[in-house]
């Protein structure tokens, strides 16, 4: 069955028929789908009478994980249900029926799996442990559907597990610090999609964001004040294992440590003085590690993290040390020549060696970016790959642990079908079974050289969504329409939780405009994307400094109305030489963006902000006049004059251009539809 | 001039044109109203150049408010402004002249004025106290204004002092706890128009807010593990004197006292035990006036506060004890006939004497509600009325500090215009000028019955500006008009301090409605408003564990949409026999009412939880396509049919009832549209 584009956008909570008999496969909005889900006729009823009772195993964390999936509930229905757990087993709506408590503390080997049977008299969740529970728990609040009758849980029977052990959320609270409050909300979300890994990158050139009691220079002069206090880190640690989610703390080393050589410039390559970075990039600062104080002090500091983080691992990042630094000092090359180390590459294998040792001592697992992955480290590390798979598959090979990020670097714009695809053990993998062991998982990966509290939620999701998908679910779960479906009602469910993803962007643009008449602003806002990679910085460079409320700031990756317009366009030239599909739609929104064009043309002359986006605003008024063009000598049938598919193209084309880093995501649907007009003309249809 | 309602409504950030000959008195957006401002020719652009030097004293509460300024210019510009403040005090753009710290704990007697002078060159900001200069620096960010060629400040002088030294907020979190962050960014919103009193509601029947080290079953059992501990108490505080603003905690006693009890049964006038009251009212339970281990236990725990909240007051509340437990008490009775003590108010005066000394000993001055002014009492208490000017005029006279709130309950859904002409020293005022000094200023009162964090900015802002305002600026500043003017636009700069009363409402109907396509929802929503004063309970009783997510959450106060249209029926009735002026705009919303109406019907069937506004969609159609009638008749000049007056007028009577707590804020106009219609037809024109 062709699925319409308008069921697709629009109608987010599709009614679940539970007859089986008529809709043999309901369309739920669960994400991550799980492993396996069965429907029955049946359905229970969420009404006021609404409760929880526990059989088998309870404690506090899973009770409190069932106060919060009540208040959730309540929230959301706007029904008051009875306070408290009931006694009853046998006759309350849902039973969670937990086998046991699992890891005292989260960790790899942690069994996530749980059962979910509905019917019209009960709902029973088996879990063997309580973050199974936990993670049925999501899958119960993704159920809850609601017609004319009520709210309701379809009947299903659902057996899930996860494909992967390690699904992380890398949050750099270095080059802009985030508070504790975006931390919790965005562990929320994570507990939602059912991600397990919270990567916390904790330091950087830009920032050290820890207390250590042992070197509190570290964070007194390397962080602006920006900093989490150990009391801070414990309510995290706790919150996230509330929530089934491990904390891994990363601190980078030996590059990326400018921080730390404010305070302790006798740790650097170079004498100093060293000052906060405040731009983005690659930098020389580096730990000397040919000198002994170097390893006292990180045996030191590592020794107070191992013991605030109770995680196995510890991550010492490892990525782009360039070694200039090490290549000027003549004390660091004279130690080279004596030991016999031959390049900067064997002194950083060096240095990790020695690290190795010393995180063992405090009894933590390495892990640590590609550039670690050097001969004779034992295999109990874990190679962290901003490569890609076939470097994972490499070091699985070789028998060492790794997790993927490559595919999953959502600071670089790309949209959520892009990061779908990418899988850490791809059909075509040729590893063998037990080879494949070795890959654990992956972790999006939000650097954070552009985004603030205000900002951050929109970069991460929904699109982590997809990737939380693609490291839970079987890998067959793959249609990209459906996940899309699937990730606009996840995105508004993820609001309940207090993300910000969706109702900043209006805000923003009323401060830009500077008052509430955004329309036109809205307009043009969804249908164009900040620039791809990393050509927002060349394109519109700024410091760690700058503000972050630009319309570039206000602008969101994987533009839906893109997405939109793209199916229609194709809907309605399929629909040739009749175009009738869609063409309604598409007329409005050609309207739409002709008219808003010439809208902001007045909202950028009060607000200087604006004028960095004037070209796009007519732009915009061009887009929408061309397809329009476009769509009328389609629907008459009549071929255009004779320069006006190469004329259009001009147009179009200089409307690609990006301004203020932000660039059109429908270029390649008005392209289409004029290409579709100018065949009729030189007879190629 | 005719102010037309469009440029008081949508234009909110008037072009300030600076040529004095032109216009002699531009319209600023400032808010509270400075007690003068004089207009150069001038102006002092704001660019990336922009940086602040002080001048005279300094100090870090000064610095870290101009950083704070700084960032928030930035960030309405998107300039990046070069870090730091600035050596050079002669070309600097901004200087702060300050010329000493003020208090070291914000006080009553605290200096807050300040003057601010802006020419081409530079822009002087002048001030005895860092208090004034925060003040003042909140007035350079309300002028920043825009044109074609870029931001800039006006020329204008400005000599500011507020009119009363009181000018407070209560934010009640003891019926609806209120986290951290809710307080922080209220307190940056109080700060932005000028309030200096933080009046902190801390134990109510329904949750005892703070941790106490003497007596820990205090939050330990009177919470629900929702309480400050004393590490945040002190940020708060903190914080708050950042800003200038002092902190006053609330503990009610004797009545309002359930939640101490619960932990302490001990000290209640009945035996116990107790649980956290849920509902909302006045219960009975009452600490018991005549056991001496009572004032004991006061005293340590009262001595423990005194140390952690350095204001120089203590609120002890003392409203609404109806002594209902002390009448059925023998034991108290017994006391009282041995005492002499005649009734339960002479029981309360002496509980409150008693408490007096207490509170003297750890050197505070109680401030208390209307109901502690008792014959006897020191001069040095302070009262709170809730009752209104005429108790608040007699305090005075006797000799009492007050303040007022009577007027500012802005829990009760009333609209601006009604908060803003109450006033605690009324023009009509019969008090001496030595006598008004008693009246120190007011308080806007925030009970928390039907708020959470998620809610309760939509509550306080904007509308609680406009008594800002009224408390700050000269009693003359009256003109509602202008007032509702530079509201609209202070409540969108109250955004970029990250407050919730606009945003959050989008997201709640998103989850209403369940999916994006809200459009027919918020055309409701705009023109309904809550019920008024205590209706909302009797209407739709829910508990404080009830879900506060319905429509009636989301719907707020003093609905903008509703007085557009009151003024704009009124120009357009005033426009008659023509009817030209408005049609159009009035012809559009009310079209928008007839179809979002029946728009409505499906979604309300996909999600039960707006079922309850089922008769107000209809209705909505119905006021739509009633005073399109109207509008069409008196258009055509054409009398309606005989009975149509008193079919529309009873329709319109029909929608003006109440369903879901809410009611519409459009009754009027459209009756004005009928009643003016139907007298076409008797001859009444």
């Given at each position: 069955?062709?699925i319409r584009y308008t069921s697709l956008l629009f109608v987010f909570v599709c009614a679940v028929v539970v007859n089986a008999q008529e809709v043999p496969t309901p369309k739920l909005n669960l994400m991550p789908m799980p492993a396996s889900v069965k429907f029955h006729r049946e359905r229970l009823a969420v009404d006021s009478n609404f409760r929880v009772a526990t059989r088998g195993h309870s404690d506090v964390r899973l009770q409190a994980g069932i106060f919060r999936f009540l208040k959730r509930l309540e929230g959301r229905?706007?029904?008051?249900?009875?306070?408290?757990?009931?006694?009853?087993?046998?006759?309350?709506?849902?039973?969670?029926?937990?086998?046991?408590?699992?890891?005292?503390?989260?960790?790899?080997?942690?069994?996530?799996?749980?059962?979910?049977?509905?019917?019209?008299?009960?709902?029973?969740?088996?879990?063997?442990?309580?973050?199974?529970?936990?993670?049925?728990?999501?899958?119960?609040?993704?159920?809850?559907?609601?017609?004319?009758?009520?709210?309701?849980?379809?009947?299903?029977?659902?057996?899930?597990?996860?494909?992967?052990?390690?699904?992380?959320?890398?949050?750099?609270?270095?080059?802009?610090?985030?508070?504790?409050?975006?931390?919790?909300?965005?562990?929320?979300?994570?507990?939602?999609?059912?991600?397990?890994?919270?990567?916390?990158?904790?330091?950087?050139?830009?920032?050290?964001?820890?207390?250590?009691?042992?070197?509190?220079?570290?964070?007194?002069?390397?962080?602006?004040?920006?900093?989490?206090?150990?009391?801070?880190?414990?309510?995290?640690?706790?919150?996230?294992?509330?929530?089934?989610?491990?904390?891994?703390?990363?601190?980078?080393?030996?590059?990326?440590?400018?921080?730390?050589?404010?305070?302790?410039?006798?740790?650097?390559?170079?004498?100093?003085?060293?000052?906060?970075?405040?731009?983005?990039?690659?930098?020389?600062?580096?730990?000397?590690?040919?000198?002994?104080?170097?390893?006292?002090?990180?045996?030191?500091?590592?020794?107070?993290?191992?013991?605030?983080?109770?995680?196995?691992?510890?991550?010492?990042?490892?990525?782009?040390?360039?070694?200039?630094?090490?290549?000027?000092?003549?004390?660091?090359?004279?130690?080279?020549?004596?030991?016999?180390?031959?390049?900067?590459?064997?002194?950083?294998?060096?240095?990790?060696?020695?690290?190795?040792?010393?995180?063992?001592?405090?009894?933590?697992?390495?892990?640590?970016?590609?550039?670690?992955?050097?001969?004779?480290?034992?295999?109990?590390?874990?190679?962290?790959?901003?490569?890609?798979?076939?470097?994972?598959?490499?070091?699985?090979?070789?028998?060492?642990?790794?997790?993927?990020?490559?595919?999953?670097?959502?600071?670089?714009?790309?949209?959520?079908?892009?990061?779908?695809?990418?899988?850490?053990?791809?059909?075509?993998?040729?590893?063998?079974?037990?080879?494949?062991?070795?890959?654990?998982?992956?972790?999006?990966?939000?650097?954070?050289?552009?985004?603030?509290?205000?900002?951050?939620?929109?970069?991460?999701?929904?699109?982590?969504?997809?990737?939380?998908?693609?490291?839970?679910?079987?890998?067959?779960?793959?249609?990209?329409?459906?996940?899309?479906?699937?990730?606009?009602?996840?995105?508004?469910?993820?609001?309940?939780?207090?993300?910000?993803?969706?109702?900043?962007?209006?805000?923003?643009?009323?401060?830009?405009?500077?008052?509430?008449?955004?329309?036109?602003?809205?307009?043009?806002?969804?249908?164009?994307?900040?620039?791809?990679?990393?050509?927002?910085?060349?394109?519109?460079?700024?410091?760690?400094?700058?503000?972050?409320?630009?319309?570039?700031?206000?602008?969101?990756?994987?533009?839906?109305?893109?997405?939109?317009?793209?199916?229609?366009?194709?809907?309605?030239?399929?629909?040739?030489?009749?175009?009738?599909?869609?063409?309604?739609?598409?007329?409005?929104?050609?309207?739409?963006?002709?008219?808003?064009?010439?809208?902001?043309?007045?909202?950028?002359?009060?607000?200087?902000?604006?004028?960095?986006?004037?070209?796009?605003?007519?732009?915009?008024?061009?887009?929408?006049?061309?397809?329009?063009?476009?769509?009328?000598?389609?629907?008459?049938?009549?071929?255009?004059?004779?320069?006006?598919?190469?004329?259009?193209?001009?147009?179009?084309?200089?409307?690609?251009?990006?301004?203020?880093?932000?660039?059109?995501?429908?270029?390649?649907?008005?392209?289409?539809?004029?290409?579709?007009?100018?065949?009729?003309?030189?007879?190629?249809?």
């Amino acid at each position: 069955m062709r699925i319409r584009y308008t069921s697709l956008l629009f109608v987010f909570v599709c009614a679940v028929v539970v007859n089986a008999q008529e809709v043999p496969t309901p369309k739920l909005n669960l994400m991550p789908m799980p492993a396996s889900v069965k429907f029955h006729r049946e359905r229970l009823a969420v009404d006021s009478n609404f409760r929880v009772a526990t059989r088998g195993h309870s404690d506090v964390r899973l009770q409190a994980g069932i106060f919060r999936f009540l208040k959730r509930l309540e929230g959301r229905t706007v029904l008051t249900m009875p306070p408290g757990l009931a006694a009853d087993d046998q006759t309350t709506p849902l039973v969670v029926n937990c086998q046991g408590p699992g890891k005292n503390i989260p960790g790899v080997g942690e069994d996530e799996s749980y059962h979910i049977d509905i019917t019209n008299r009960q709902a029973i969740l088996n879990a063997p442990t309580v973050v199974g529970a936990l993670r049925g728990l999501e899958t119960v609040l993704q159920l809850v559907d609601a017609d004319r009758n009520g709210y309701f849980l379809p009947g299903v029977q659902i057996d899930d597990q996860p494909r992967f052990p390690w699904r992380g959320l890398m949050i750099d609270v270095s080059r802009h610090f985030q508070t504790i409050e975006v931390l919790k909300r965005n562990l929320d979300a994570m507990a939602a999609v059912k991600m397990n890994v919270l990567h916390w990158h904790l330091s950087e050139d830009q920032g050290f964001r820890v207390e250590s009691k042992k070197f509190p220079k570290l964070h007194q002069l390397g962080s602006d004040g920006n900093y989490y206090t150990q009391d801070q880190i414990k309510d995290i640690i706790a919150y996230a294992r509330d929530r089934g989610i491990r904390v891994v703390p990363e601190f980078d080393i030996p590059g990326h440590s400018t921080s730390w050589l404010v305070g302790y410039p006798e740790l650097g390559s170079a004498p100093g003085p060293y000052t906060i970075e405040r731009r983005p990039g690659i930098f020389e600062p580096a730990l000397d590690p040919t000198r002994e104080e170097v390893y006292k002090f990180l045996e030191t500091f590592l020794g107070e993290m191992a013991a605030l983080f109770p995680d196995d691992y510890l991550h010492i990042g490892g990525d782009e040390n360039e070694g200039k630094q090490w290549d000027r000092n003549p004390a660091i090359q004279a130690y080279m020549k004596q030991k016999g180390i031959k390049d900067n590459h064997a002194l950083q294998a060096y240095f990790n060696t020695r690290l190795l040792k010393i995180l063992q001592k405090h009894g933590k697992k390495m892990i640590g970016w590609d550039e670690i992955l050097q001969p004779g480290l034992p295999k109990d590390i874990v190679i962290h790959s901003w490569r890609g798979t076939a470097a994972l598959a490499e070091a699985a090979r070789q028998g060492y642990d790794g997790i993927l990020s490559n595919g999953y670097y959502i600071d670089l714009i790309q949209p959520a079908s892009q990061h779908y695809v990418a899988d850490p053990l791809p059909a075509d993998s040729k590893l063998t079974p037990e080879e494949a062991k070795h890959v654990l998982g992956g972790e999006a990966t939000m650097w954070a050289e552009w985004v603030t509290p205000e900002t951050i939620d929109s970069r991460i999701w929904p699109r982590t969504a997809a990737i939380a998908e693609r490291l839970w679910s079987p890998r067959t779960v793959s249609d990209v329409p459906d996940m899309y479906r699937r990730l606009a009602v996840i995105s508004l469910q993820l609001e309940e939780l207090g993300l910000t993803h969706k109702k900043n962007q209006e805000m923003m643009l009323r401060r830009l405009v500077r008052n509430d008449d955004i329309g036109p602003l809205r307009t043009l806002v969804a249908v164009i994307e900040p620039v791809k990679e990393y050509r927002r910085y060349q394109m519109r460079p700024q410091t760690m400094l700058s503000p972050l409320t630009g319309v570039i700031d206000a602008a969101t990756p994987d533009s839906e109305a893109g997405r939109k317009f793209s199916w229609m366009v194709s809907e309605f030239l399929n629909d040739g030489p009749r175009y009738q599909l869609y063409r309604p739609e598409l007329s409005a929104m050609l309207s739409e963006w002709q008219t808003s064009g010439a809208s902001l043309e007045p909202l950028i002359d009060r607000s200087p902000a604006l004028k960095e986006i004037k070209p796009l605003a007519q732009n915009l008024s061009v887009l929408g006049e061309t397809g329009l063009e476009a769509i009328t000598y389609l629907k008459l049938g009549m071929p255009p004059p004779r320069d006006w598919r190469e004329t259009s193209l001009a147009k179009v084309n200089e409307a690609a251009k990006p301004y203020g880093a932000l660039e059109f995501a429908v270029i390649a649907g008005v392209k289409q539809l004029v290409n579709s007009a100018g065949d009729m003309g030189s007879g190629r249809r």
